[in-house]
């Protein structure tokens, strides 16, 4: 198991203090939690829980972001040889799996959230569609036709990923077509519950864009690249839009269709992961608007979860905040007795503030190490022994509930390690 940890890590006092050595340990724990969820044919299965709830389905976006970080990981050349093969075959199974899954005939098109895992259409009622999916597949896919292009392989990008013709036969020509025309319409967030133009969708489809438009005039598709940055061009000059005058927070969506009546405020740590997942050495939002965006999240939060009243572990490390969703949080992993913290929020806030401290110096760059240092803490204060990691953990008393070995949990630990000491 030791090849599957990444050996170059940051000296233990980086973040600026001594670091629990679990937070280590957990990152090669995540990282096998990833592989076990990963399917022979390309599936990437949410949780293996079948039952209360059941999330034993293929999501397009969950399984978008899983591949980026495995893609990355593969790509890296300080990761072992044997792992670097079991990703690249996996790579190339998923690849083969998306493609199949654009030819079958969904409710939605292309914004079609999720399927079983054998690859059949899931026609469940259900929030759709989810227009983040197509963006964050081709963004992931376009990480690896540029890996491929390095490698010489123009031909099996022209195959299966990138060809100018029309109608669209190739996965990102696909997505980004779908992205293009669609980008206006409302569609279901991440949480699936809620239909509006939403901030992290909207992001999502204009970083695809924008690289799509490089893409595309790279492979000699000139009149796709003017079409997709005039398109993502179009859709920043409505992400302008998507700030409070009043509190510099940056709000979760606009122009929402009733239907989820008790969520009133603008908070959702939907904007934090919008940013981190569309970082690219810089943030696609005012960094002040981010960080105060952060902070209220963070001092909601606090308030409101009595798990968040314990400060300090056993070994008296400073424990950050335990977030959540969004305040108004009904669900709990099983059914709506009240919103718990969520892996994947707590760890948004360490990489953000990782990422943010890129930029920073002195006082300010140290007091950003030392609040991601903390939701480390606070994430490794609430696993078990084995170190698996569930969706959600009880607001009151700390322990996991919701589904199990959630894959996007223990992705969020590997996207958020890496941000911080890799």
Known sequence: MKSLLLIALLPLQALGAEVNPRIHTQYKTALSGV????????????SPSTSAPNYYYDWVRDTGLTMRALIRIAYDKRTDSTLRSKLLEQIQKWIQWEFS?????RLTGLGEPRFYVDGRVNEEPWGRPQNDGPAIRALTAMEVAEQWLKEGRLKEVN???YAPSLPAQTLIKRDLEYVAHHWKEKSFDLWEEEQALHYYTLLSQKTALLKGAAFARRLGDSGASRFYASAAGEIENLLQQFKDPYSGVIPYAIEKSPGLPHKKSILDISVILALIHNFDGSFAAPADSALMTLKELM???????????????KSGEALGVALGRYPEDIYDGVGFSG??????????????AC???????????????????????????????EGSMSEQFNR???????????????????????????
């Not at 076990?36 to 390309?42: A, E, M, V």
């Not at 919103?339 to 953000?352: D, M, R, Y």
């Not at 943010?356 to 903390?374: M, T």
Request: proline letters at 3%; a positive charge; glycine letters at 4%.
């Open 159 to 161: 195959r299966l990923l």
């Open 101 to 105: 899954r654009q030819e079958q005939n």
């Open 396 to 422: 009151e008393n700390g322990f996991q509930q919701g589904a199990r070995d959630l894959t996007w949990s223990y992705v969020s630990y590997l996207t958020a390690y890496r941000a911080c000491f890799l």
């Open 35 to 46: 592989l076990s969820n990963l399917k022979p044919n390309g599936a990437v299965i949410a």
């Open 299 to 313: 001092r909601v939060f606090r308030i409101k979860y009595p798990v968040n009243h314990v400060i300090r572990n």
């Open 339 to 352: 919103g718990n913290p969520w892996f994947i929020s707590t760890l948004a806030a360490a990489e953000f």
């Open 355 to 385: 990422d943010l401290s890129r930029s920073r110096a002195g006082k300010k760059r140290d007091a950003l190490n030392e609040i991601a240092l903390a939701q480390f803490n606070r994430v490794i204060h609430h696993l078990d022994e």
